[in-house]
């Protein structure tokens, strides 16, 4: 990225919210669907999404190996998303063109309070993804963290935004992308060990950092929204396509290996207070995390489960009437690989109300083919 430090910052751009997509002809029939499952009206029916064979993911394959790599130049970027949307524009499934911003997926909010952001390349998806290491050497040091819009990194957040919204305008969308509020910010911080401790031995300087993520977290989702126009009144989204309303994307990784009683104790609030800041807002859960399904359903303002797959955990269709009973009638995304989705299909063995991330579809023909019985089907 170009450095900005001496650029001036600039007012949100005026865009007016989209309603085309020149890389989704079929737009206006997904969102109807999309908006039905999201709004809890479609139990009874099934969503897919197909992943098919990408050019542009191949040629990002052949300039990065996987690991560190340079800050990525924006307008780099968002040749990458262009060209793979442009690729699917006969795909007519229940997915949306949707960029996700990765090289400020969680690197930014450490970068803000003064962390080293670090960069690594993810041939398998063409990401570029950003961290950083703990950023103080105990919290001795948390009264030195200042945050304001003035700093350097947020210069680079606001040219990232704009090189998106205006190179993908009437093309494609842009996602939400991730929070990194409460237990995760203190992680960016101390790190992880520190922190577990410190909820016994030094509950009030966990706290003091929640309450610094909600200050970081609420400024980097407002400017996104301030700038970032909606979709037909919805939000574009990497984990669940779009979504009506502004909606965030808020993680509970840290609880992952804890106690229910750890999330509702630290938890529950701060996410609650950030979605009520939204129109709600969408969470995963990896594989050592499903322990936490009830609870995460039950937060006030949650609209959709992404259900991850990690290794040494059964993957989450295999186990999907399961978590489909767990789960009520909260929407949820899975992922499965399209010959098991076929099968399944084809046996009208799939519960309704989830959107199935079909990975390694053959071609956008097959896809297109299997969609014809996707949008058919009732359970």
């Known amino acids: 990225m170009k450095d900005t430090n001496r650029t001036t910052l600039l007012p949100p751009m005026k865009f007016m919210p989209m309603e085309t997509l020149a890389y989704k002809p079929t737009l206006h029939e997904v969102l109807p669907r999309l908006r039905s499952l999201y709004q809890r009206q479609a139990t009874d029916r099934i969503f897919a999404a197909f992943d098919v064979p990408s050019a542009a993911i191949a040629e990002f394959a052949e300039q990065y190996s996987h690991g560190y790599c340079e800050a990525p130049d924006p307008a780099e970027r968002v040749r990458f998303w262009d060209r ?7 795909l007519e499934d229940d997915s949306l063109p949707v960029a996700y911003l990765s090289e400020l997926d969680q690197g930014l909010y450490g970068g803000l309070v003064g ?7 993810h041939p398998e998806n063409g990401w570029i993804s950003s961290m950083v290491a703990p950023i103080l050497a105990d919290w001795s040091e948390f009264d030195h963290l200042q945050f304001h819009s003035e700093h350097p990194w947020f210069h680079r957040y606001l040219l990232q935004l704009d090189t998106f919204v205006g190179q993908s305008a009437g093309k ?3 996602s939400h992308f991730i929070l990194i509020d409460g237990l995760n910010f203190a992680f960016e911080l101390v790190g992880a060990t520190e922190t577990y401790l410190s909820l016994a031995e030094r509950p009030e300087m966990v706290r003091r950092a ?3 993520a ?3 977290n609420a400024k980097v989702q407002d400017t996104f929204f301030d700038r970032v126009p909606l979709l037909e009144g919805g939000t574009c989204s990497n984990m669940c396509e779009w979504l009506p309303g502004r909606i965030v994307s808020e993680s509970v990784d840290p609880f992952h290996m804890t106690s229910v009683q750890y999330l509702e104790t630290w938890g529950r609030q701060p996410i609650e207070r950030m979605l009520a800041r939204f129109d709600g807002g969408v969470l995963h859960l990896h594989g050592n995390g499903r322990h936490l399904l009830e609870a995460v359903c039950s937060l006030e303002g949650a ?3 992404r259900i991850g797959d990690d290794k040494g955990f059964p993957r989450a269709f295999d186990i999907l009437r399961s978590l489909r009973d767990r789960s009520g009638d909260m929407p949820l995304v899975v992922e499965v690989e399209y010959p098991q989705f076929v099968e399944a299909l084809g046996h009208h063995q799939l519960p309704g109300g989830v959107l199935y991330k079909a990975t390694k579809a053959p071609s956008i023909a097959a896809a297109n083919r299997c969609m014809e019985k996707v949008r058919a089907y009732r359970c």
């Open 84 to 90: 793979l949307f442009s690729e699917q524009i006969a």
């Open 115 to 121: 962390g080293n952001v670090q960069f690594m390349a």
């Open 172 to 174: 494609f969308g842009i």
């Open 210 to 212: 929640i309450e610094l």
């Open 214 to 216: 909600f200050e970081v």
């Open 303 to 305: 609209k959709a489960i």
